[in-house]
C-alpha cells in the first residue's frame, strides 16, 4: 500500500490534509481529504471531506483518480501520478487473495450465502 499527501483544492481551510495512494489488497486507488478537528483539540476526529476508492476495484486506473479528485477541485501532481503507476506495477492487484475483499465483493454483487 503506499501512500502520498498532495496539495490541496485552491481555497482550502488551512490544516486539510489530503492524500492518495495504491491499495493492492482492493486492487483500487485512494484518495480521501480530512480537515483538523472543529474544536481545534488534539484528540478529536478529524472531519472527513471526502473518502473516494473505499471498496475493492472502485478505482482502478490513475486516470480515474484524477477524476475522481477533480470533483473535488484537486489536481494529482505529475510525480505522484507516475509514483502510483509504479507503485500499482510493483505491487499487483491482490484483492483475490484476501479473504475480506472476496466478501466485500459477494456482498456488492448480492452473492453472499
Known amino acids: 500500500m503506499s501512500r502520498y499527501k498532495i496539495p490541496n483544492a ?3 481551510p488551512d490544516g486539510r490534509v489530503t492524500t ?4 493492492a489488497p482492493l486492487s483500487t486507488f485512494f484518495a480521501m481529504a480530512f480537515d483538523p478537528p472543529a474544536s481545534g483539540e488534539e484528540f478529536d476526529d478529524e472531519i472527513e471531506v471526502f473518502w473516494v476508492g473505499g471498496m475493492p ?8 483518480l ?16 507516475a509514483a502510483l503507476g509504479a507503485d500499482r506495477a510493483r505491487e ?6 484476501h479473504p475480506s475483499a472476496r466478501l466485500i465483493e459477494a456482498m456488492r454483487s448480492g452473492d453472499v450465502r
Open 10 to 12: 485552491p481555497d482550502s
Open 20 to 23: 492518495v495512494g495504491w491499495d
Open 57 to 64: 476495484g472502485e478505482i482502478p486506473a490513475v486516470v480515474a
Open 66 to 81: 484524477e477524476s475522481a479528485l477533480s470533483v473535488h477541485g484537486v489536481t494529482l501532481p505529475a510525480d505522484v501520478r
Open 92 to 97: 499487483g492487484d491482490r484483492s483475490q487473495v
